[in-house]
C-alpha cells in the first residue's frame, strides 16, 4: 500500500469557540468514527491532527510573513496520512471525511513519495 497526505484547507478560525460543548463532541465523534472505520482496515497512517491558523512564513532571504495576511481558504489547518493502494482509492477515502461537514474548507491528496 501507497501513503497519501490528506490536506485539510480553509475552515473557519472561530469554529471550536463558537460551538456548543454538544456541538464540539459530535464533531469530535464523527472524526473518531471515520477514523477507527480507517484504522480496522489498516488504511490509517495517523490522523494527524489540527494546525494553528496563527504562525509565520519564510522565505529563503529570511523574510518573515505573518500568516494572519494569508487567505484562510488556501491555508493549511491540518492533515491526515491514509494508505491506499492507488490516487482513485484515496481519493474514495478522502470523499467522506469529516472535513466537509465544516464551512468553508477543501481537502488536497498528495501521495506521499519514497525515496531510496
Known amino acids: 500500500m501507497k501513503e497519501f497526505m490528506?490536506?485539510?484547507k480553509g475552515g473557519d478560525p472561530e469554529?471550536?469557540?463558537?460551538?456548543?460543548?454538544?456541538?464540539?463532541?459530535e464533531t469530535m465523534d464523527k472524526w473518531g468514527e471515520w477514523m477507527a472505520a480507517l484504522q480496522q482496515k489498516d488504511q490509517l497512517s495517523t490522523g494527524g491532527s489540527?494546525?494553528?491558523?496563527?504562525?509565520?512564513?519564510?522565505?529563503?532571504?529570511?523574510?518573515?510573513?505573518?500568516?494572519?495576511?494569508?487567505?484562510?481558504?488556501?491555508?493549511?489547518?491540518?492533515?491526515?496520512?491514509?494508505?491506499?493502494?492507488?490516487?482513485?482509492?484515496?481519493?474514495?477515502?478522502?470523499k467522506v471525511c469529516p472535513i466537509f461537514e465544516h464551512p468553508k474548507t477543501s481537502l488536497e491528496v498528495r501521495e506521499i513519495m519514497q525515496l531510496g
Open 50 to 94: 489540527p494546525l494553528h491558523y496563527s504562525g509565520k512564513a519564510v522565505d529563503k532571504d529570511g523574510v518573515v510573513t505573518d500568516m494572519s495576511s494569508f487567505e484562510i481558504k488556501e491555508m493549511v489547518t491540518g492533515y491526515s496520512i491514509i494508505k491506499a493502494n492507488d490516487m482513485e482509492e484515496a481519493v474514495e477515502m478522502a
Open 15 to 25: 469554529a471550536m469557540q463558537n460551538m456548543t460543548d454538544a456541538e464540539r463532541k
Open 6 to 8: 490528506l490536506i485539510y
